[in-house]
């Protein structure tokens, strides 16, 4: 879109310059000194085809020394126009040219945002104009027209740099809608998960407790423990579990081992192929820990993702009872744990 905008403001902006060329070599009456019209003519379209054509790499702003050759010309090119010819013939229709061609030579630094030049090459202009021709003359003869070029293309460039400034922050505001609502799509996904794990999990246990009015087997006592256990670590540690983790705390209580998850945001920030490896090394080490009591947690650490604790039986307030100290590193790199 800008793009083609842009093409077409250069198309229109060489068309203007080249009409305006044409009417200053279409005099009527032999200038006194053609030499200098035509020095005129040439330092205008070559700086017109400068101001226009010249590129910057950042935006479409016009190089500072582009600016200043513009400022230069405008400067110039009403002189050399109005010296070439005598004081009565600088009111002839090819003679008032450079009036709307150094117009258009400040709306073009105006619309290549730089327009503290644009307005100082019509200030230039309006004196210029008014000393060689007079006041009542100049405008009458096309200053008026020129000074509303410039207006209006100031108010342009300021309506369309606002309404690129609106697209911009409505196609945030869009980005972050879409965004909000992934994540909502993906809560939504994981709650329904958790629902039917729950269901999976609970639902039989619950179906023959009701049977059996309560009476149940040692067997079904234990496998009513693994899904209040299941449960409450689908609850508190939901990212820390895979497959393999669930089945090597399954097992663990199996064997009477107590099995406490807590996930505190440890895993955030991390991408999926890391998070894999932790919940691969995870499952790895609850499935060797013959501890009476084994506590997860994936705290907020800015090095370790995951700490594994260990306790014998009857060391819940001793520390020295503490036989497994692992710890799960965030970085790939400093992965291998640390036992001690």
Known sequence: MRRSVRSMATALALGFAVYF???????IQQPSAPLLMVAGVALYLATVLTAVLTESASSVRMPLWAAVLALAAGAAVPSLASVSLEPLMRGAPFA???IGATGLLAVVCIVRRRPLFGWAILVVLIVSACAYMGVGSAFTLGLVGSITWVIVAQLLVLFWDRAVRDTEKLADIQRAVSAWHATQMVR???RRVRAQTALAVAGPVLSRTVATHGELTEEERLQARLAEGTLRDELRGASLLNDAVRAAIREARRRGTTVTVFDEGGLEGID?????EIRDELAAVVADAHSNRLIIRAGRHDELA??????????AHDDDAVDLWHEIRREADDAAAEKR
Not at 21 to 27: D, M, P, Q
Request: hydrophobic share 45%.
């Open 21 to 27: 060329a044409a009417r200053a070599v279409w005099w």
């Open 96 to 98: 008032t040219w450079y």
């Open 188 to 190: 939504q996904r994981e």
């Open 272 to 276: 999926e192929e890391r998070r894999a």
């Open 306 to 315: 995951v700490t594994v604790v260990g306790r014998a039986a009857g060391g």
